[in-house]
Each structure stands twice: as structure tokens, then as C-alpha cells.
């Protein structure tokens, strides 16, 4: 692109914080020549709430509501990040059941986060109808506080399996639908075909992760690379583009979306039966006359929830959620709180690459830039 003469008066534009166009509250502060980008500031902090320092005054159970307030759009892999490290820290096997219910789970929190991705005035109906099936199984829409360390909260109830498959079937239809919609719309490519184009090279300097890195032709997904839960038992490939474009990186969720159905509907053909979590693992082996059944349990209330003590260690631990890498570092002190809990959001790191993306682009690029890299503040501030 030639770069046009700069002018003395500059213009400094405020984008945000709650600019309508805006994923949450981000304020850029936009340094523009006419309709030429010339310079571009995140300003971050807006939504910070100290995450990771709550983490460190809670048990991890008490800590698991607040996990889905990170990417409140993909709230299974915050849950799904908070149990992982506890569980290989204190080497807790998951029953077979329940990691085939957090494969389940998780890939369907991927399709919900890319279908808001895609646009919530194409997208909602289908959304809407994952949500029902969360509903069905935690209680709640949004906030499902379902992981739990050894598996999960609850079982899936009487006819879920059945609903789900029909939802998979029924989804790959729409999907089909949105590519004959917009893969070709010559409006939709004249916005985004060229734009924002980052290569191999640089994805990998600058730390990227998830469809930002598929996208510019590294073909590296954490549930191909760290086989955690039960994601080899599945026929399923990794997509990858790369052009590095906001096209492609459009292609790669598009086709994610594709393959996270394929392994819901293996995952669901062959759920084992079995415990869901290792706490009902336990209830079985205890005799008839054992504490499970007296007053206390039954009638009263369960006691307070289960502390876990956190061996003397360190670990990191990560997932491939919807953005790209999310990861904790934790540090146990033979305590029931974390000594350190360090999150790694994948907006965050992926949002760093935007003040180079943007130069010398136009202003109305800025938009079409910032929501191919697909970012939620929640996880960005914490």
C-alpha cells in the first residue's frame, strides 16, 4: 500500500470505551491522517477485578464461579482450566464418563462462541438452542459452574443425548447455510479479503494462539498436541488457512465449528456408562450403613464443599479454547489456596498484534480487524 503524504494536523480519535462497536469495554486511542491510520493505542484495565488474586483466598471450589466471568461466552474452558491443574497436581484420574461429557461440553461452548463471533444478527437462533442444552444438564444458560475436580457436577438427564444429536444434525445445515451467505458475498469479501494479513513468522513472535495462528498456516491445536481429555478416541482434523487474512481466520472458525460437531456426535454415539465424577466413585464403594446414608446427608444438607490441598509444586496447564491458548500457572503450598494462580488469556496476547495490523489501513478497517482477532474483555482485563 502506498502511504500518502503525512499531514501536520493529525486528528487523535477516542474509539471506546463504550463505543457500540467495541468488544466490551476497550478504548483505542486512534491516530488518524484523513482516513489513514497512522497509530493505534489499546488502553486496557476498564474491566479488571483482580482475578487471579481472588483465586488466591479461595478453595477451588469456592473459586469456580467466578472462572465463568473470564470469557463469559466460552465459559466451559475457563471451568475446564480450573479443575485440569488441581487434578494433575494431586494425579486424580477423571472416570472415562465424565471426560467424554467435558469433550462433549466444551466443543459445544466452542460452537456458542464462534456463532457470537460470527454475528449475533445471523447467529442467535442456533445459539440459543446450545443454551437450551446447557440448561437442560447445569441449571443455568451462561454460568454453568458444572467442572468439577475428578468430573463433573451432574449427569446428563434422560433424553439429553437424543436432544443433542438432533441439534448436531440440524446445525450443519445452518452451517452450510452462512457459507452460501457469506463466503461468497463479493460485500463481505471487499471487507475483509487482504485485510489485517499477518505471517507464519510473525504469528509465532508475537505469541499468537488459536484461529489467529491456524490462520496464517501453523497447523497447532492443543487438543492435538497435549491429548488431554479424550480428544485422540475421535476422527477429527485440525483447519487451517494460509493466507493469515481476516478471511481466512473467518475460514478457520467457520470450518472449527464443522469438526467440533463430528466429535459430538462420535463423543455421543460412544459415551461410556459408568460414575461422572470420582466423589460418586466413592458413594458406591462405601458399605450400605456408611455416613452417605444417615440424617445429616439426606435430609439436612451436604457438608461444605470438598476442600482439595494443593501439593508443593508448580504446573502450567492449558486448553485450546475458542481464542487460542488459555493456561494457569499455578504454584500449590500444602495448602487449600493456590500460593500463585497466573492466568493466560488468549485475547490477550492476540490483542497486542492489533496497533501493527491497523497502520496504514483505513478507519473503517479498524473494526473489521479488531473482531477477526475475536477478543472479550473479561479475559483480557480479569
Given at each position: 500500500m502506498t502511504v500518502p503524504a503525512t499531514r501536520k494536523d493529525l486528528m487523535i480519535v477516542n474509539m471506546g470505551p463504550h463505543h457500540p462497536s467495541m468488544h466490551g469495554v476497550?478504548?483505542?486511542?486512534v491516530t488518524l491522517d484523513g482516513e489513514d491510520v497512522i497509530n493505534c493505542e489499546p488502553v486496557l484495565g476498564y474491566l479488571h477485578r483482580g482475578m487471579e488474586k481472588i483465586a488466591e483466598n479461595r478453595t477451588i471450589i469456592q473459586y469456580l464461579p467466578y472462572v465463568t466471568r473470564w470469557d463469559y461466552l466460552a465459559t466451559m474452558f475457563t471451568e475446564a482450566i480450573t479443575v485440569n491443574g488441581p487434578e494433575q497436581l494431586g494425579n486424580i484420574q477423571v472416570p472415562k464418563r465424565a471426560s467424554y461429557i467435558r469433550a462433549i461440553m466444551l466443543e459445544l461452548s466452542r460452537i456458542a462462541s464462534h456463532l457470537l463471533w460470527l454475528g449475533p444478527f445471523m447467529a442467535d437462533i442456533e445459539r440459543e438452542l446450545i443454551y437450551d442444552l446447557f440448561e437442560a444438564v447445569t441449571g443455568m444458560r451462561m454460568m454453568h459452574n458444572y467442572f468439577r475436580i475428578g468430573g463433573v457436577a451432574a449427569d446428563l438427564p434422560h433424553g439429553w443425548i437424543d436432544k443433542c444429536l438432533d441439534f448436531c444434525n440440524y446445525f450443519l445445515t445452518v452451517v452450510a447455510e452462512y457459507q452460501k451467505l457469506i463466503t461468497r458475498n463479493p460485500i463481505f469479501l471487499e471487507r475483509?479479503?487482504?485485510?489485517?494479513?499477518?505471517?507464519g513468522e510473525e504469528v509465532i513472535?508475537?505469541?499468537?494462539?488459536?484461529p489467529m495462528l491456524r490462520a496464517s498456516g501453523i497447523q497447532w491445536d492443543l487438543r492435538k498436541v497435549d491429548h488431554y481429555e479424550c480428544y485422540d478416541e475421535f476422527d477429527w482434523e485440525v483447519q487451517w488457512q494460509k493466507e493469515g487474512d481476516s478471511l481466512a481466520r473467518y475460514l478457520v472458525r467457520i470450518n472449527e465449528m464443522k469438526e467440533s460437531i463430528k466429535i459430538i456426535q462420535q463423543a455421543l454415539e460412544g459415551i461410556p456408562g459408568g460414575p461422572y465424577e470420582n466423589l460418586e466413585v466413592r458413594r458406591f464403594d462405601r458399605t450400605k450403613d456408611s455416613e452417605w446414608n444417615d440424617f445429616e446427608y439426606r435430609f439436612i444438607s451436604k457438608k461444605p464443599s470438598p476442600t482439595f490441598e494443593l501439593s508443593k509444586q508448580e504446573l502450567y496447564v492449558r486448553v485450546e479454547a475458542p481464542k487460542g491458548e488459555l493456561g494457569i500457572f499455578l504454584i500449590g503450598d500444602q495448602s487449600i489456596f493456590p500460593w500463585r494462580w497466573k492466568i493466560r488469556p488468549p485475547g490477550?496476547?492476540?490483542?497486542?498484534i492489533l496497533p501493527q495490523l491497523v497502520k496504514r489501513m483505513k478507519l473503517a478497517d479498524i473494526m473489521?480487524?479488531?473482531g477477526s482477532i475475536d477478543i472479550i474483555i473479561g479475559e483480557v482485563d480479569r
Open positions: 476497550l478504548r483505542l486511542i475483509v479479503e487482504g485485510v489485517g494479513i499477518i505471517g513472535n508475537w505469541g499468537l494462539s488459536g490477550f496476547i492476540n490483542l497486542q473489521t480487524i479488531l
